[in-house]
Every structure is written in C-alpha cells, then in structure tokens.
C-alpha cells in the first residue's frame, strides 16, 4: 500500500507523529510510506524505518518570495514529484490551509480530520474521508487515532517514536542537557530558578550541556553558566546530532520546546517547564520518567522542578 503523510513541521509536532508511523507500520502490511516534510526538519522522517522516502518542502521560505522564479521552480519540481504516484491514501496530518496544496497536488484517497476536529475546519472541504477526533486531548493521541481511523485498526500499547536505533553505547562523562531559551520571552525561567537546578544537577556529578539555537539564546546560555565548571554551550548541530547528545544524556531539563519533546521520545529522563504554553495537548512524553510542570499563565516553582529532578535522578526515577 502506498501511503503519502503530509505533516510539514514543526519540530515537536512531527515527534509527536512518530507513533502514528509506528503504528501503521505494525498495522498495515506492506506499508510503503512517503512523507511531506519542512526543509529544516527533514531528518525526522528519515530516522523512521517505515518511511519509504521524504518529499521535502521550503513553505517557510518560498513565502519571502513567492512569485520568484526561483520559488515557482522548487514549488513545480515538488507538485511534478507528487503527482508522480498514485497513492492508495493521502493522510493529512497536518490540518491547516498551508499544506492543502501538497495534499490536493497527490492522487489518492485523500483522509484528514473532520470540520469540528481541527484548527482550521475549512481543511476538511479537501478531504474525501473526514474523520472526527477529540480535539482537547493530547498530540501523541490524535495522531495515533487518526491514523487508526484512516487504515482501520485498533490503538493499543504505549506511543513507540521508532528512535532506538538514535541511541549511543559510546562511554563519555555524565552530563543533563539544559533548553534554557524559547521562540518567546513568555515563556522564560527565572535565571535564578536555573541556577538552582544546575547546582542540583552538579551536585550529582553531571555536567551541563546547554542548548542555544540563534545568537541571542547563545549570549543568554553563556551569561546563565558563566564561571561555572564543566558546563558548556553546545555549537550549533544537526537535528541528529543533537538526537545523539540528547540520547546519551542522564536527564533532560528544558522549556517546553521540540528538543525537549525529541529527549523525551528518545527514552531520555524530560523534565519540561510549561509557562505561556499547556501541556494539556503537548505534555512530554517517553518511556523513561517525564514530567510536564507548570501550565498556561503558571509558571512551575523552583521547588516542583527541583522535587522532579531528585525523582529523576533517584535509582527508581525511570521505573
């Protein structure tokens, strides 16, 4: 069955789609699954064996520039690649109007989310399957019974990310890995909570990796550690090198970002702080411990992060 998934990003919200791939995988004999993707997250769908191949897209920036001969081009190479094969199913995973174009551009079946069930209801008027899903509940959920829906079968068993083959053997020196930075100032820690949380995290012998993405997270990263020993700022890395530093670290402590959903996807003890965002649709999630604290306009204490630290780092915290 050849299967076409359009999800474009983002970061977190495409590790959230894992466990749907993995499903469908288990489900579906002879599953051959291509995948729509952003260009700045096309390494997620190549770390799952079921997919087939990645079909990569530039919406964020073909959009500067819409009209340019260069963007008219890459937009007719990706339509000309779609329409190239027919799809048993096209499933939208998405559900918004900036990625009706790919789906409309592929021939198959074309499932997605009824009119009452996603964001943005006029996405279902493309659909020729609509399926109603329970809106407030969380990501790794929906997607999970959405894709039941689509190929009819029955979710059961804890979310499987199909990360393992991410994790390393190779010995290094125990360290926890800090996301100290957000897209928005909202949602920022106190620096003096994140001190806190690192003198508990030395004082168990491990070292501090920060990560930083732009040069203003990187000035902040660098002021937060500033004089502190083995503690450093990590250069600015692939998708899948940063996979790598996550998978190999004791715990993960971050606002609630992609990189931190990635830490915890990958079995990886997640500690997330929650403050302009809820973890009521986006809590983090994984099979070691995890822990999503704090919530919409509430900012978790300093006591609540440093409590699920020390269970984290208990014998018993992954159990």
């Not at 959230?16 to 002879?30: C, G, K, Q, S």
């Not at 991410?166 to 360290?175: C, E, G, H």
């Not at 690192?198 to 930083?212: E, M, V």
Request: hydrophobic share 45%.
């Amino acid at each position: 069955m050849r299967i076409l998934i359009v999800r474009t990003s983002s970061l977190g919200d495409l590790i959230h789609m894992l466990p749907a791939i993995t499903d469908i995988e288990r489900h579906v004999p002879n599953a051959v699954i291509d995948w729509v993707v952003e260009e700045n997250f096309a390494e997620i769908p190549r770390w799952h064996q079921a997919v087939e191949d990645t079909i990569v897209v530039a919406h964020r920036r073909w959009r500067r520039s819409w009209w340019s001969a260069k963007t008219r081009f890459e937009r007719k190479v990706v339509v000309d690649r779609l329409q190239s094969v027919n799809y048993d199913i096209v499933l939208d995973m998405q559900g918004l109007l900036k990625s009706i174009g790919f789906v409309r551009a592929a021939h198959g079946v074309k499932h997605g989310l009824s009119w009452t069930s996603t964001q943005e209801s006029l996405c279902s008027l493309f659909y020729d399957v609509k399926h109603p899903v329970a809106f407030h509940q969380p990501a790794v959920i929906r997607q999970r019974l959405l894709a039941a829906a689509t190929f009819g079968y029955t979710v059961s068993g804890q979310p499987d990310f199909g990360l393992d083959h991410l994790a390393t053997n190779a010995p290094v020196a125990p360290y926890a890995v800090i996301m100290p930075s957000a897209s928005r100032d909202d949602k920022l820690w106190p620096a003096s909570d994140w001190q806190a949380v690192f003198d508990a995290l030395q004082a168990h012998g491990l070292g501090l990796r920060l990560l930083a993405g732009n040069n203003a997270e990187q000035a902040r990263a660098e002021g937060l550690i500033e004089a502190r020993s083995n503690a450093v700022v990590t250069p600015k890395s692939s998708l899948t090198e940063l996979a790598a530093l996550l998978a190999g670290a004791r715990v993960m402590v971050g606002l609630d970002s992609g990189l931190t959903h990635l830490a915890a996807a990958l079995g990886t003890d997640t500690i997330g702080i929650y403050k302009a965002s809820t973890p009521a649709r986006t809590p983090v999630e994984g099979r070691g411990f995890v822990a999503s604290l704090g919530n919409q306009d509430r900012s978790p204490s300093q006591g609540e992060v440093l409590e699920a630290l020390r269970a984290a780092l208990s014998p018993s915290g992954a159990e």
